[in-house]
């Protein structure tokens, strides 16, 4: 299963690879919401599983990026799972990535173990 990690902190980046790799899943990064969406248009479709969105990044946040990656006229931009990684935990940024079009919220620092469980949900 290949992954979409949109992070554009080097240290989180290299700590999701890290957990990631290890459970299986080969890894293509972006260091923003800009770099995201254009690796998802450009990418034939189906070959994304998963989308691990940062929501605070320079030039384009999570948040857009993901209603930009939702817009794409591609079958699978309407059904890929995107799942928000921030450290706000509060309602309303749960609400938010709803409203974007993301499909459920982890918080950071990440958790492995809770990380693999929605991994799982998502791809089955």
Same mark, same amino acid.
């Given at each position: ?6 992070? +554009?902190?080097? /240290?989180?980046? /290299? ?10 899943? $080969? ?11 254009? %690796? #998802? ?7 994304? +599983?998963?989308?691990? #969105? ?6 384009? +946040?999570?948040?857009?990026? $993901? %209603? ?16 928000? #990684? ?7 940024? #749960? ?6 079009? /993301?499909?459920?919220?982890? $918080? ?7 990380? %693999? ?8």
């Amino acid at each position: 299963k290949q992954i979409l990690l949109a992070e +554009d902190n080097e /240290m989180n980046q /290299m700590i999701a690879v890290a957990v990631l790799e290890n459970a299986g899943f $080969t890894i293509d990064i972006a260091s923003n919401g800009a770099e995201a969406v254009e %690796k #998802m248009e450009q990418a034939p479709a189906g070959t994304y +599983d998963v989308i691990l #969105m940062d929501i605070q990044m320079p030039i384009m +946040d999570g948040y857009q990026a $993901t %209603k930009y990656i939702r817009e794409l006229r591609r079958p699978d931009a309407g059904k890929i799972p995107i799942i928000a #990684m921030t450290a706000d935990s509060f309602d309303d940024a #749960m609400e938010n990535a709803r409203k974007s079009g /993301m499909d459920a919220h982890l $918080t950071k620092p990440m958790e492995p173990a809770k990380l %693999k469980v929605v991994l799982q949900s998502y791809l089955e």
